[in-house]
């Protein structure tokens, strides 16, 4: 086979993995097909957020809910989260085109992505709790309704992807790095980066944008 | 001509024949788009029964040509036609639209009227006359009217077809439409929007008179009863005009007229959506828990209402 | 107790129960269609219990991945619904026969029927017949073996199905929404609608919706990368360019729904201010939000029936399509305008005349490339040996009446016009204007035209003929009053009216709906006398029309690999050349085992667990819901978890099954036209030997 060395955006397995990297093609493209519309779920949720913005109804606004530092120590567990995950998927790739190559480090970057996922989702949480405690729920006003629909769904999307992580985990210790768990994980790879970038969308329109 | 046009229409009720130049300029569009778009739609429906027949299998004699597949002089002609009728409609859309934009001040001196749709009726309410009806309009001839427009409750939408086309109205907005008053007579409105189980019934009449019958009319409600807070809050009950006659204990084809106590109402009515509080279903006109002794109007408004601009 | 084992469920909810203690008209009809849920309930297992069918059901059908399968599941849950849709749009029409000043009907029944009938008509009977469709056409057109992601492809008809389910439920338990199938709040917010039906719809609007978001992924991905070798973009057949379009708009326009659907639940589940009334809320980001996805929507349902028409423009004039660069340039304008317009839909919202000019404008645009379109079929037709099977009758009707559904569109795109009849039965008339011509008649030449290739036999053209006609005229007796009616002033979704110059033609539109449900019965009719005459019918060889691409290449059914070996494809209409050639039944010199992936029921699975959730969800049935939901989520797990093993077949076995019918092929001398429709049309069909002159002496 003389397959070319990217056949899909983003990590390609490469023309060593043989059928596998082959296989990836079909299997990737779709899924970015799917990330294009759940990109257009979050535009709409952008969308109605901006539409929020001086909708506070009397109450509480970004000035009186917002804390940056908490909001930068959740930027900076994703941000190390893509790295970790980048780890997990560089490990598959360059080791795992043999038969015998060990697990281990793929499970631990894995693993560490799930933890720093979770260290994200702890902060957001606890920020949401402080925002309850000041009466900032979202029944309180259209922009409170956006601002926890908008952040929630991307919370929604981090969790998903944390269970997703153990699921493939799971699987690898059961069936090995196969060519269904590299598509898996090539999948979540996209999934994973995919929330960072929402995020970044999130931290500077919503959070930087809402201090300015 | 147009004028003794309108006069002979003038108790018919709908957009086919108008009683007010608004609702006729806007027929008239209606109908040049249906010659000019004939240009384009007329081949085809001319083409096709006579295509159909004679290349149907069982005529010998006609041609076949099977491989044919393109040609540069009829793709011109195709890719053209439909042009050149859209390109004449367009700029048709952009002058009439910018012509009959109902958010256009038509006159200096115009009647303004404050509506506000209620479940399942209208309230007209003439600031500077210090008057209110349900579900009538009264307006002077030939006089050009501007109607501010917003509801209690659900999304409305208000239509004078003889008169001039739709507008929705929303609660805590306000909406604009102007238009002309034609001769002297009786056309319908309406509600356009789905609003529920008494929608059909919410209708009203429009009534054009003289400029003196109009200061009359306007004079002798001066003496009618006054429409303040609490008769407000039982006119915002749910329910048709003939159910809300019977709930105020009135015979049913009496009308509705009042003398507007309440100068602020209309802006008290927008208030209700921006006080900061939630509102309660029982404290909301047009709900089934709707309570008139719970939905007392905001005294003042804690934020302006939000109005909705004409850029 | 009930409060937390049943949520908001009592027996007071059961429409029989309700209609035996008030037992009124609007009580009598509602409990008789519901009743028909029980009945049905308990009558279909039985009768599957009792012939045996049950296994080959749940093992040929439900477990299937077989794309022509999924397909057919589709289309049967397109044809139940309609049952139901047409019911209703014809109740409505006998009830507007009788309301001036009142009528058969209570407001509350009838506000549940344009209900139902517009959500089950747009997201159960249109969106399943064309994704059916599509799901049957596109990977034997394409010479693919199935579809880029069969599982997918499964759990997505499930999708449809569970919100297909939650639709029919509301009719026996609980009630339906009253506003409208677009929803508007705040009259669908928790405060003006409080109970079940704005909840029912949420659901099954918003499982359907995901369920569409999937297919439009997996068509999309089949359409890119499982092209046969040799099949470019610029020779795929004009069935599979509306396909791809439509992928496109499913993959991007779906989500503007589901956010609709999330956003106005979570306004009446959580109390959130998105749609309401008070404390910021605004409605106009809900309408804007649903035309997103409702215009082009539209285009979803219209494209691939110009597909179609394309495909029976030509293979019934036996000639090449007119204009293939420059349809496939209009269909690609129609996609991306598709997306430019949404706002035509509310000029009357008080926005400037000059966005309102702009929208107008822009609408006016998809004209040009439609129109064009309607000149490439007649140029098709222009010069054809034009037979006057079904499908061609359809595109008959299709050409004028659509046309006038294209004309009423322009009036419509006009804000100055539009002030007038925007909520008027003009505009209802518009609409079913361009779906019935447009979308149902597209599918239903579809339906005549592909049937032979799924099941193996062919329609009777006669019953075939005659439905096609009561269809046609039973939407112009039915609909042309209407555009009067909306002239005349009036409103949509009025219960009744006052004028009684209206009422000659709500009974005229009334005998039109009575027309339409003749029309609805003979396409049963048909179907069913078929199939009691399917030995006849039956077209085994693969290619009753003498059509021109690919998946008449493949016997009647296909296998279930569609094809023995994958087609090369060097010309457009890749059958026809083949055919020309000589090479259409060749011999294979080799053949290769053939990997398929095995049946399952993942789908059912998440169907089932879908519904669950969707009915717990609407009756505030807590543990239920949580049931359902850790159930939705427990099966995709399970299902990567387990071991994976493809099917394979041998290339022995396909040889034989292969060779079996090439040769047949080969031996079988074709029929002529005048055969076309007779028993002896054992699919091999070829042209006249007046056409054979002809076309030698083009060449």
Redesign the interface.
């Known amino acids: 086979m003389n397959s070319p060395p990217k056949l899909h955006p983003g990590l390609n397995l490469g023309p060593a993995h043989g059928d596998d990297h082959e296989a990836a ?2 299997s990737i ?2 899924f970015w ?2 990330m ?3 990109l ?2 979050f ?3 952008f969308a ?1 957020y901006a ?2 913005l001086h ?3 009397g ?1 509480p606004g970004p000035k009186d809910l917002f804390d940056l530092s908490s909001v930068a120590w959740q930027t900076g567990f994703l941000l190390v989260s893509s790295l970790t995950s980048g780890l997990a998927l560089l490990h598959v790739k360059t080791h795992h085109h043999r038969s015998g190559a060990a697990i281990g480090p793929m499970l631990f970057w894995l693993l560490a992505t799930v933890a720093l996922g979770g260290l994200f989702l702890w902060r957001e949480i606890g920020d949401f709790q402080a925002m309850a405690a000041q009466g900032a729920l ?9 601002l ?2 908008l952040v929630g769904l991307h919370g929604l999307h981090v969790s998903i992807g944390m ?1 997703w992580a153990l ?1 493939i985990a ?2 690898v210790l ?2 090995g790095v196969d060519q ?1 768990w590299k598509l ?1 994980l090539l999948r979540w790879g996209v999934f994973w980066h995919f929330l960072d970038i929402v995020w970044i969308a999130i931290f500077s329109f919503v959070y930087l944008g809402g201090l300015r | 001509m147009f004028v003794s046009v309108f006069h002979l229409l003038a108790t018919a ?4 024949e108008p009683v007010g130049p608004i ?1 006729g ?3 008239a ?2 109908i040049k ?2 010659w000019v ?1 004939m240009i ?2 007329g081949p ?2 001319l ?3 006579l ?2 027949w004679r ?3 069982s005529n ?1 004699r ?9 040609n540069r002089l ?2 011109i002609i ?2 053209g ?3 050149a ?2 390109t004449w ?2 700029l ?3 002058k ?9 001040p038509l006159a200096e001196e115009a009647i303004t009227v404050q509506v506000v749709g209620l479940d399942w009726k209208w309230l007209f309410l003439y600031p500077d006359q210090g008057v209110a009806l349900v579900d009538e309009l009264i307006v002077p001839e030939g006089q050009a009217v501007h109607l501010i427009l917003t509801t209690d ?3 409305q ?1 208000l ?1 004078i ?1 003889a008169l ?5 109205a ?4 306000t ?2 439409q102007w238009f002309f008053a034609g001769l002297p007579g009786e056309t ?1 409105g ?1 509600n ?9 019934k919410q ?1 009203f009449v429009v009534k054009t008179v003289t400029q003196a019958g109009f200061e009359e009319a306007m004079a002798s409600m001066q003496s009618a009863p006054p429409l303040d807070e609490a008769t407000y809050s039982k006119l915002a009950e749910r329910g048709t005009p003939t159910e809300t006659k019977l709930a105020l204990g009135i015979s049913t084809d009496a009308t509705l007229r009042f003398r507007l106590a309440e100068p602020q109402l209309f802006a008290r009515v927008l208030g209700r ?1 921006h ?5 309660a ?1 029982e404290a ?1 006109p ?4 709707y309570r008139a002794e719970a939905a007392a109007l905001p005294a003042a408004m804690n934020t302006m209402p939000m109005h ?1 601009h ?2 | 107790m009930t409060d937390s084992l049943c949520g908001n469920l009592t027996w007071d909810s059961i429409m029989l129960v309700k209609a035996w203690k008030d037992p009124n008209v609007n009580n009598l009809i509602t409990a008789g269609a519901a009743a028909m849920i029980p009945v049905g309930a308990l009558m279909v297992p039985l009768l599957l219990l009792w012939t045996g069918w049950w296994r080959p059901l749940f093992r040929d059908w439900l477990a299937s991945v077989d794309h022509k399968k999924i397909g057919v599941l589709y289309i049967a849950l397109a044809v139940v619904m309609l049952f139901r849709g047409v019911v209703e749009g014809t109740l409505m029409r006998l009830h507007h026969a009788t309301a001036l000043h009142g009528g058969v009907l209570s ?2 029944h009838f ?1 549940q029927l344009f209900t139902t009938h517009g959500t089950t008509m747009i997201f159960f009977v249109a969106m399943p017949l064309i994704t059916g469709l599509m799901n049957v056409v596109i990977p034997l057109q394409l010479g693919a073996r199935d579809v ?2 069969p599982r997918l492809n499964q759990i997505g008809f499930w999708l449809t199905a569970s919100g297909g389910f939650l639709i029919t439920i509301s009719l026996l338990i609980g009630q339906f929404a ?3 199938w677009s929803a ?4 669908t917010g ?3 609608s ?1 109970g079940v039906g704005v909840d029912y719809w949420l659901l099954s609007v918003g499982l359907s919706g995901i369920g569409s ?1 999937l297919s ?3 068509f ?2 089949t359409l ?3 092209r046969a070798p040799g099949m470019t973009f610029m020779r795929m057949p004009l069935f599979l360019w509306t396909s791809l379009c439509v992928s496109i708009l499913l ?6 729904l ?2 609709a659907c ?2 106005l639940g ?2 009446r589940y ?5 749609y ?10 809900f309408i804007n ?1 649903f035309w ?1 996805f409702g215009h082009p929507e539209v285009y979803i349902l219209a494209l691939p029936a110009y597909g179609v028409m394309s495909e029976v423009a030509s293979t019934f ?10 349809i496939v340039v209009a269909t690609m304008c129609i996609a991306v305008l598709s997306f430019l317009v949404w706002l035509h839909h ?1 000029f ?3 926005q ?3 966005v ?2 702009v929208f ?2 822009a609408t ?2 998809i ?2 490339p439609t ?2 379109k ?3 079929w ?2 098709t ?8 099977t079904t499908p061609m009758i359809y595109l ?1 009707g299709f ?2 009446l659509f ?2 559904g ?2 009423t569109g ?2 419509l ?12 039965l003009f505009l209802v008339a518009h609409f079913h204007n361009v779906i019935i011509p447009g979308v149902v008649f597209g599918m239903l030449a579809g339906l005549h035209y592909w049937f032979p290739k799924v099941f193996g036999f062919r329609l009777l053209e006669s019953w075939g003929r005659t439905t096609a006609w009561l269809w046609i005229v039973g939407f112009s007796v039915t609909f042309f009053p209407l555009y009067v009616a909306g ?3 009036m ?9 009684p110059a209206i009422q000659p033609y709500m009974i005229v539109a009334a005998i039109g709906s009575l027309i339409l449900c003749l029309a609805f019965l003979a396409l049963l009719g048909t179907i069913l006398r078929s199939i009691l005459l399917r030995k006849q019918l039956a077209v085994p060889l693969g290619d009753p029309w003498d059509a021109r691409t690919l998946e008449w290449a493949t016997p009647c059914p296909p296998p279930e690999y569609n094809f023995a070996v994958l087609p090369e494809v060097t010309a457009r209409d890749a059958f026809w050349e083949a055919k020309e050639n000589g090479t259409a039944y060749a011999p294979v010199e080799k053949y290769e085992d053939i990997h398929l992936p095995p049946p399952t029921y993942y789908g059912l699975w998440i169907g089932a667990f879908a519904s669950v959730l969707g009915f717990a969800v609407v009756w505030h049935i807590g543990w239920l819901s949580l049931l359902g939901l850790l159930g939705s ?1 427990a099966v995709p ?1 399970a299902y ?2 387990l ?2 093993r493809e099917i394979i077949l041998p290339a022995a076995e396909v040889q034989k099954q292969d060779e079996a019918w090439r040769c047949a092929a080969r031996e079988t001398d074709g029929v002529t ?1 005048d055969e076309e429709a007779h028993a002896t049309n054992r699919g091999l069909a070829k042209p ?1 030997e ?2 054979i002159e ?2 030698a002496a ?2």
């Not at chain 1, 979202?138 to 956006?146: D, E, G, I, Q, V």
């Not at chain 2, 001039?164 to 929705?168: D, K, L, R």
């Not at chain 2, 929303?170 to 907005?173: D, L, Q, S, T, V």
């Not at chain 3, 993959?251 to 503007?256: K, N, R, S």
């Open positions: 093609e079909n493209f779709g097909v799917f294009m519309s759940d257009v779920t535009g709409m949720f109605l539409t929020a909708a506070t109804a109450g979202p029944t309180r006003s259209n922009w409170l309704s956006s926890w629909a269970l699921v799971l699987g059961l069936r269904r898996t | 009720g709908n957009y086919l609702a300029t806007e027929r569009h209606l788009v249906i778009s384009a739609i085809a429906l083409a096709t029964p295509i159909l290349y149907r299998r010998a006609a041609a076949y040509t099977p491989k044919w597949e393109g009829l793709e195709m890719w036609v439909p042009i009728v859209v409609l367009s048709h859309i952009w009439s639209t910018h012509q009959l934009d109902p958010y256009r409750t659900v999304m939408s239509q077809p001039a086309g739709q507008m929705y929303m609660p805590g907005m909406t604009h319908r309406f356009a929007q789905f609003t529920g189980l008494g929608f059909s209708e959506y006080t900061g509080q939630p509102l279903s909301q047009g709900s089934a828990d909705h004409h850029d | 407001p509350d506000n880029a992601y009253t506003g409208g508007y709040p705040a009259y928790s405060i003006f409080p978001t439009g992924v997996n999309a991905v890119y990368k499982l993959v991007l326009i779906m989500p503007p589901t956010v999330i956003t979570l306004d959580l109390g959130f201010h998105f309401t009334n008070d404390l910021g809320g605004n409605l106009m980001n939000l997103m004039s036996a000639k090449r399509l007119y204009g293939y660069p420059s509310f009357t919202m008080g400037s005349a000059l309102n000019a107008g404008i006016l645009i004209a040009i129109g064009m309607v000149y490439d007649l140029a037709l222009w010069r054809g040996r034009i037979r006057f008959c050409l004028v046309v006038i294209g004309l322009i009036i795109a006009n804000p100055t016009i539009d002030f007038q009849v925007h909520n008027s002239l005349m002033g409103r949509r979704r009025a219960v009744d009216y006052a004028d989520i797990i990567a978890l071991p994976y036209r006249d007046l056409e002809f076309a083009e060449r």
